[in-house]
Nanobody, 124 residues
Framework: QVQLVESGGGLVQAGDSLRLSCAASGRSFSSYYMAWFRQAPGAERELVAAISGDGGSPYYADSIKGRFTISRDNAKNTVALRMNSLKPEDTAVYYC?????????????????WGQGTQVTVSS
């Protein structure tokens, strides 16, 4: 198990950038697939981006491809999500999630470690 704490959310205008960070505590961080999900009001939680334990093979949802970048630092037990060219439809609570796996998993219920979430609001 890992404990996850997100930071970096806020209120921005369309076109602005934000960087979310997730700090993990626990052992064997590099053995965890790390992901960022988001959930807008009335919507299901959706996978935004994910990254494998060695930092390779990043996955991006089509809706954010080319605008967001996921990265991790295994030495610091952190994962980040750089969000550029933000749009009002990016408004959501963003969650960091972890699953001890070598394979990408895209469904939220299969992740067993979650942060508390951080609000991102993009005004038009």
């Amino acid at each position: 198990q890992v404990q996850l704490v997100e930071s970096g959310g806020g209120l921005v205008q369309a076109g602005d950038s934000l960087r979310l960070s997730c700090a993990a505590s626990g052992r064997s961080f590099s053995s965890y697939y790390m992901a960022w999900f988001r959930q807008a009001p009335g919507a299901e939680r959706e996978l935004v981006a994910a990254i494998s334990g060695d930092g390779g093979s990043p996955y991006y949802a089509d809706s954010i491809k080319g605008r967001f970048t996921i990265s991790r630092d295994n030495a610091k037990n952190t994962v980040a999500l750089r969000m550029n060219s933000l749009k009002p439809e990016d408004t959501a609570v963003y969650y960091c999630a972890a699953r001890r796996s070598l394979r990408l998993v895209i469904t939220a219920p299969l992740y067993d470690n979650w942060g508390q979430g951080t609000q991102v609001t993009v005004s038009s």
